[in-house]
């Protein structure tokens, strides 16, 4: 009889030696969910609203681990959660499913109302398995170009200075605006999930944020950050207003330039969300410099509503005059 349960620190070293002997490549990826311990047991027991970290079950049979996944709550949005890994041993389908579905309704039990997942769009296993199987539904795609930074022009005409949290609102506001229309109910964000976290420190990636001002209104035309998680491979992600010029060209430039501060060799990725309106003219851009499509991924969802409970029936007295007896009762 196969059980779920709370991982713990010495299941580290049975899934090291499971992946490893699948694919030593993402050992790493898997088992950095373990870094958090011992605050992940302490964690645990705080309210879905206050969570911050990743969470991880293990499915076992007779104290043997079948499988792994592990959920990221948003950024200051702990209802909104996504699955950042799924391991699985034997048995692809049905232990997958068995672990999706128990961490789906174990969150959306505690008021979780929207989880996602980002599948390569060649992982046709997984992608019947999140459809099909667990009934996410396929809401857009994202893909990751790699940049010759020797084909940018480093004239910069824009002006760039570093995010703070009073921008947080402004840079909200945009990124709604330039979601494309069918996609805003699912894929909308909160101001607090751009403001910078207190517990920023314990977060697996390293990143900057940089806003974009047009010179003349001061307002907001641009948001970009930098991310990493090995300190070689930096993905920026643009978000850029319709109604201001703000060239692709200075931001990449500003982007190379600050990332060259801190690591003499990277390589420099630029995600292009399909979700998003500029996301075509981005793409030709990008093509334009000689870019090569790296990855495409597809970002699965699906919506956690709660069951409304019945109406109570309340009894209506009804009279045909004033001072009367009820002529007859209904129910609403």
């Known amino acids: 009889m196969t059980t779920i349960r709370k991982t713990n620190y010495f299941d580290k070293f049975k899934l090291k030696k499971m992946i490893s002997y699948l694919n ?16 992940s047991h302490i964690h645990g027991y705080l309210p879905l609203c206050m969570k911050f970290l990743p969470e991880s079950y293990v499915i076992e049979d007779k104290k043997e681990i079948l499988g792994m996944i592990a959920l990221s709550p948003a950024h200051s949005n702990p209802f909104k959660l996504t699955i950042s890994r799924l ?17 789906i309704a174990r969150y959306g039990a505690k008021g979780a109302n929207l989880f996602l997942s980002v599948v390569n769009v060649s992982n046709d296993e997984l992608l019947e398995l999140f459809t099909k199987g667990c009934g996410f539904r396929q809401c857009s795609t994202k893909d990751l170009w790699l940049i010759d930074c020797s084909k940018l022009n480093h004239n910069r005409s824009s002006f760039f200075r570093i995010f703070k949290n009073s921008d947080a609102q402004d840079v909200v ?97 630029v995600k292009v969300r399909k979700y998003m309106q500029n996301s075509v003219e981005l793409e030709n851009f990008l093509k334009e410099k000689g870019a090569t499509l790296e990855q495409s991924q597809v970002v699965l969802v699906k919506d956690f509503y709660r069951v409304a409970k019945d109406p109570v029936k309340e009894k209506i007295l009804l009279f045909n005059r004033v001072n009367e007896t009820p002529a007859f009762k209904v129910q609403q």
């Open 87 to 103: 391991f699985l041993d034997n048995d692809y389908y049905n232990i997958g499913k068995q672990l999706v579905d128990f961490v």
């Open 173 to 269: 506001d945009l990124y709604n605006e330039t979601l494309i229309t069918h996609f805003k109910n699912t894929l909308n964000k909160r101001k607090e999930e751009y403001a910078d976290a207190i517990f920023k420190g314990l977060d697996d990636n390293w990143f900057l944020k940089y806003v974009a001002l047009d010179e003349n209104t001061k307002k907001i035309k641009a948001f970009f950050s930098i991310i990493t998680n090995d300190n070689e491979n930096f993905i920026l992600t643009i978000t850029k207003s319709s109604w201001f010029e703000t060239s692709f060209d200075d931001i990449l430039s500003f982007a190379y330039k600050e990332i060259s501060k801190r690591k003499s060799k990277f390589s420099l990725y």
């Open 24 to 39: 030593p490549n993402i050992v790493d990826y898997y088992t950095k969910i373990f870094q958090y311990f011992p605050f």
